[in-house]
């Protein structure tokens, strides 16, 4: 099945700093990579997702870079705010359930 | 706030009982999925619903067990709970998840478990 790996499992920025949280699958048949951010006390939410057929995709600050070849993804934050605090998790799928990657617990100081 | 609600929000109960966690997904939505989530281990698939029928299994433990009612609600089953089943249990549903891609996941605010 598939396995997904996400680095690092923490990642202390300061405000307006770039943040990067990288993923590798190992499924080369999953064709869906989402980002979610869960904030403290709450279920985690879709911040940004892609798809195979697309290399990169943006949304204001945040950014998802996808290589099918390398079979690893990566999520881009820009500018950071001391509100993108929070564990982001990528995910991957192929057809049936998400598997998660363990996340990564951001910080952001002001 | 994600539309699906689970409860109780908190549990506390001691090894070897057993207990249920409930979940309402989504108005509209056809897939239940149930995910546990400790300190160490992130967000561990447990398994998936589609409209009543079992459609994936993850990594569920044999004394887990899960169904999804007519009504689309979704309960899990945890028994002979030991000191390691604690942990934060989150239910996601979505619209799709017959087969292609699941889209996208909504996430209730989960069931925190502790086993004294």
């Known amino acids: 099945g598939e396995n997904v790996e996400q680095h690092p499992s923490t990642l202390s920025v300061q405000e307006g700093d770039s943040a990067v949280i990288k993923c590798t699958y190992s499924?080369?048949?999953?064709?869906?990579f989402p980002w979610y951010k869960q904030e403290l006390g709450k279920g985690p939410q879709l911040i940004i997702d892609i798809r195979s057929n697309v290399g990169e995709k943006k949304d204001q600050r945040i950014a998802v870079t996808l290589n099918k070849t390398a079979k690893h993804f990566s999520l881009h934050i820009t500018e950071t705010q001391p509100e993108d605090s929070a564990v982001y998790f990528c995910?991957?799928?192929?057809?049936?359930?998400?598997?998660f990657g363990k996340g990564t617990t951001l910080s952001v100081s002001s | 706030d994600s539309g699906v609600t689970q409860t109780p929000k908190h549990l506390i109960t001691a090894t070897g009982q057993r207990v249920t966690l409930r979940c309402s997904p989504r108005?509209?939505?056809?897939?239940v999925y149930w995910y546990q989530q400790s300190l160490d281990q992130g967000l561990q698939f447990l398994i998936q619903?589609?409209?009543?029928?079992?459609?994936a299994k993850g990594n569920i433990l044999e004394r887990f067990s899960a169904q999804q009612f007519p009504d689309l609600h979704s309960e899990l089953n945890l028994s002979s709970l030991e000191l390691g089943d604690s942990a934060l249990y989150f239910c996601?549903?979505?619209?799709?998840?017959?087969?292609?891609?699941?889209?996208?996941?909504?996430f209730g605010e989960g069931s925190r478990l502790t086993v004294l």
């Open positions: 108005s509209g939505d056809l897939s």
């Open positions: 995910a991957a799928s192929g057809g049936t359930a998400l598997i």
């Open positions: 619903y589609y409209n009543g029928e079992e459609r």
């Open positions: 499924d080369s048949a999953s064709n869906y």
């Open positions: 996601a549903s979505s619209v799709g998840g017959q087969g292609g891609n699941t889209g996208e996941l909504f």
